[in-house]
Structures are given as structure tokens and as C-alpha cells.
């Protein structure tokens, strides 16, 4: 199993270093779970949320990638998109083990459908969908070998974080302008490059940036959840000759919890984004220089220290032999008197 180094940005590293050294980590770490022969739905879940990864990295510096940003999202897409079936059949089933963990007996015909359509995905024929991701993700890793050289600085981070802050902000008051699952999702998304750009960026101030990403996370874990239910309430749709009384009862426990997520959601969603866009830019711009800074000052001691002759060796001091200590006095000596 490959371990990414950190899914951060190095001082000692370029943008551009930075970014192409954690995306070919992050379609390796891809790749090998998919062709892990272990546990597969957990390979389908690690491998899916290291292409969440790599695609975050990708919008964080999109604008120093050109026309090339385009074709390695949407080719990560696709891969994604390959997993997707296995995994929303895995998720309607655990989901509904959540919501019900002790279902009443006109509830269990449902759970047993459910998970006979999870099994039904995971099948033999199921394994030509991950092979294929596999292969696609493969040869984005191969691109990167023609990874842009760009050297815009700043500039190319804050274009990100300006989408994802400000997407996201505004994500979140669509979503409850009109609160249909799709909305919600859009501002999920928002959520979750915010969170992995935050991570990215954790280098600039490390107490307050991982303090940052946990409440982002934990705005994500909730909106993941509420998502889950979506997925829930597709797959009970979908299921033949099953009980309308039962679909109403779990679709009114699962419209219960989704009220519940979506309450604590807004509670932190207006904590998160209390500051404005450009505040919020300006604020980011200003811990990126410091932190810069301090490389450049490291950097010049570095080349300052390289630059430097060599000491010379210092000769060999001399070494003293310590003096005597004095023989005593014969004890039939007289002594001297005290004057």
C-alpha cells in the first residue's frame, strides 16, 4: 500500500513542486487500493476519497494549469464516476443500519433488499468497473510527466481558495434558499475543497489552519450524511414490490435526521464563513507571506553557510602535564613554628 508523504505543502518546495509531488502520491494511493485484493468496498472508499484529494489539489491551483486543468479533472471524474454504482449501493445499505440499527419486523423486508442489491453490485462482473478506473488513473499518473511549469506565486493559491471560500458561502445560502438534495450537495462539495485546501495550506500557521479544517470536517461530515440519506431514498425507490407503508415510515425517520443535519450544518456553516470573501483572502494572503518569508530567510542563511570557506582545522593543542604534587616532609622532620 502506498503512505503519501503529507497531503501538504512544503516550504522548502515551489507551488508547482508541491502540487505535482502530492498528486502523483495521491493517484498511486488510488491505484493501489483499487488493485488491493483485500477488502474491496474498503479499497472503493479509499480509493474514491484519494481522487477527492487529487481533484481538490487540482482546483487549488488551477490557475497556473491552463487547458490542462480540464482534462485531468474531468478525467478524474470519470474514474470516480466508474466506482460510484458499487459505492452508493454499499452506502444505502449501511445507512440504513444507522438510521434503523434495530429495525421493526415491517422494516426488515427493506434492509434485506437492500442489502441484496449491495451484494448483487459486488459480484463478479463488479470488478471490470475498478479495473478500468485503475487503468484511467494510471495514465493521468503517466500525464504528469508533462505536468505546466508556472510561477505565479500567490496569486495561483488565492484564485483557489477565492473558489472555494466564496463558492462555498454562497453555496450555502442557496442551499437554504432552496433546500432540495442537490443544493445540498453543491455546498457539500464547496465544503470539502475548502477542507482539503485548508489541510493543504496547514504549513502557513498550523495551530489555527488544522483547527480550521476540523470544523470544516465536521461541517462535511454532516453534510455527507445528509447525502447519505439521499442515497437512501433513491435506492428504497428503486427497490421492487416493497411495503408503501414501510418506504413512508423509513422515509419519515430518514426526513427526521436530514432536519437534524441540516439544522447543525447551518450553525456552522455561519461560523465558517462569517468573513467575507476578501477579508477572509486577505487574511490567508497575509499568513502565506510570513510563512514564505521565513523560507527565504533559511534559504539565504543556507546559501550563505554553503558559500562559505571551510574553517581550518584547528591544530592539535598541547598538552600540559599537570605539575607534581609535592613529596611530603620526613615525619622525624621538625616542623616550622607558626609565626
Not at 65 to 75: I, S, V, Y
Not at 211 to 220: F, I, K, P, R
Not at 261 to 278: H, N, S, V
Request: aromatic share 6%.
Amino acid at each position: 500500500m502506498v503512505t503519501s508523504m503529507a497531503y501538504r505543502l512544503a516550504r522548502d518546495e515551489s507551488i508547482p513542486q508541491g502540487a505535482l509531488r502530492i498528486l502523483q502520491e495521491e493517484l498511486s494511493e488510488a491505484v493501489s487500493r483499487l488493485r488491493d485484493p483485500g477488502d474491496v468496498d474498503a479499497g472503493v472508499h479509499g480509493a474514491r476519497k484519494a481522487i477527492k484529494r487529487a481533484r481538490a489539489l487540482l482546483r487549488l491551483v488551477r490557475a497556473g494549469l491552463g487547458p490542462q486543468f480540464a482534462r485531468e479533472n474531468h478525467a478524474l471524474r470519470d474514474a470516480a464516476r466508474l466506482l460510484a454504482q458499487r459505492r452508493d449501493a454499499a452506502v444505502a445499505a449501511a445507512t440504513f443500519e444507522q438510521l434503523v440499527p434495530e429495525p421493526p419486523p415491517n422494516l426488515v423486508p427493506l434492509r434485506d433488499a437492500l442489502l441484496a442489491a449491495r451484494d448483487a453490485v459486488a459480484g463478479a462482473a463488479a470488478a471490470d468497473p475498478l479495473a478500468a478506473a485503475a487503468a484511467d488513473l494510471e495514465l493521468a499518473h503517466r500525464r504528469t510527466e508533462r505536468w505546466p511549469t508556472f510561477t505565479r506565486g500567490w496569486p495561483v493559491v488565492e484564485a483557489g481558495l477565492k473558489t472555494s471560500y466564496g463558492g462555498g458561502r454562497r453555496a450555502m445560502r442557496e442551499a437554504f434558499r432552496d433546500p432540495s438534495p442537490d443544493a445540498f450537495h453543491e455546498w457539500r462539495k464547496r465544503v470539502k475543497d475548502l477542507w482539503y485546501h485548508t489541510l493543504l495550506l496547514q504549513g502557513v500557521w498550523k495551530t489555527v489552519q488544522l483547527a480550521w479544517a476540523g470544523a470544516l470536517e465536521d461541517l462535511s461530515d454532516a453534510l455527507g450524511e445528509d447525502h447519505d440519506l439521499e442515497v437512501l431514498r433513491l435506492a428504497v425507490a428503486a427497490l421492487p414490490d416493497t411495503d408503501p407503508e414501510a418506504r413512508r415510515e423509513l422515509l419519515a425517520r430518514a426526513d427526521d435526521r436530514s432536519s437534524e443535519l441540516r439544522t447543525a450544518a447551518r450553525t456552522l456553516g455561519q461560523r465558517i464563513y462569517a468573513e467575507p470573501p476578501r477579508r477572509y483572502l486577505a487574511r490567508m494572503r497575509r499568513y502565506w507571506e510570513a510563512w514564505r518569508s521565513d523560507e527565504r530567510r533559511a534559504a539565504e542563511a543556507r546559501r550563505v553557510a554553503d558559500a562559505a570557506p571551510p574553517r581550518p582545522e584547528a591544530p592539535p593543542s598541547e598538552v600540559v602535564p599537570p605539575p607534581c604534587p609535592p613529596e611530603p616532609a620526613p615525619a622525624d622532620m621538625p616542623q616550622e613554628p607558626d609565626t
